[in-house]
C-alpha cells in the first residue's frame, strides 16, 4: 500500500488532535493506493495460503478448504478471491499505518462492513461535537475534502474492532479510553481512505507531533482536485441516510 501525499491532509490531521476536559484526542487520515509493493507482495501470498482452499487437498485436515468457505467475513465467502484481496487491502492499510505492529494474523470476523457511508459519517461527527470540535465538521468541512479524495458513491466503509490484547490503539499503558478505525474504500479508484481516532486519559504518555493549537483555514487551503460528481454538504450527512444508489 502506498501513502498517497494530498494537499491539505496536514491540516485535515492538525484539526483532529484537540484537548477537551475529559481526554487527549487523537486522529488522523491517511489516503492509500491500493498498489502493492514489497511486503505487500509477501503479505498477499500468505492469505492466499490461508485462505484459498485451492491451496490444500480438500480432505486435508488441517488445510483451510471448506472450513473458510463458511467463515464469518463481511466481504463475502473467502473462496472468492475479491473477498480475499479486499482482507488484503485493509490487513496492508493496518500495517502501512502503524509500521511498528504487524497485522498478518489479523481475522476476517475482526472486520465489519457498515451499513453506509452516510452512518459512519453521522456516527464520527457526533464523537467530534459530543468533545467540541464543531470546527472540524463545520468550518473545515473535512467531509468534503475526503470526499474528493475518495467519492463516497462509489465506496464501501469497513471498520477494525479487534481484541484489546492485538489493537494498537489500546497498548498497556496507552490510556486509551475509546477508538474506532474506519476505511473507505473505493474499488474504481483502487484506493482507500483510512480514519482513526482514539481518545486518551490525560495520564497517559504524550503523543509525538501532540497539537494543541488550530490554525484558522477554510476551505480554499485544502487544494483538492475535485473528480466527485455531486457535492454533499454537512447538513446532508445529519438529517439523514444518503441514497448510495
Known sequence: M??????????????????????????RVEPYSCKAAGADKKLYKQIEIKYDPSNSPPDSADGPSSSFRNIISPFGPLDQPA???????????????????????????QFRKEPSVAMVVNSVNSTLLNHGNERAV??????????NLIDFEDSDVYSYNPESDSDPNDEEGAGTLWSFNYF???????????????????GAPCEEGDEDDFSDLSDDDFGFTSHRRKSYRYDDYVAGEMDMM
Open 2 to 27: 502506498k501513502f498517497l501525499e494530498y494537499a491539505g491532509i496536514d491540516a485535515i490531521n492538525s484539526a483532529l488532535v484537540f484537548e477537551t476536559p475529559e481526554c487527549k484526542v487523537y486522529g
Open 83 to 109: 473477498s480475499r484481496r479486499t482482507l488484503f487491502y485493509l490487513i496492508g492499510t493496518l500495517n502501512a499505518s502503524f509500521p511498528d505492529y504487524d497485522f498478518s494474523d489479523a481475522k476476517p470476523e
Open 138 to 147: 463545520k468550518e473545515l468541512r473535512i467531509w468534503d475534502s475526503i470526499d
Open 184 to 202: 473507505f474504500f473505493n474499488r474504481k479508484l483502487k484506493r482507500i481512505i483510512y480514519f482513526t481516532m482514539r481518545g486518551v486519559s490525560y
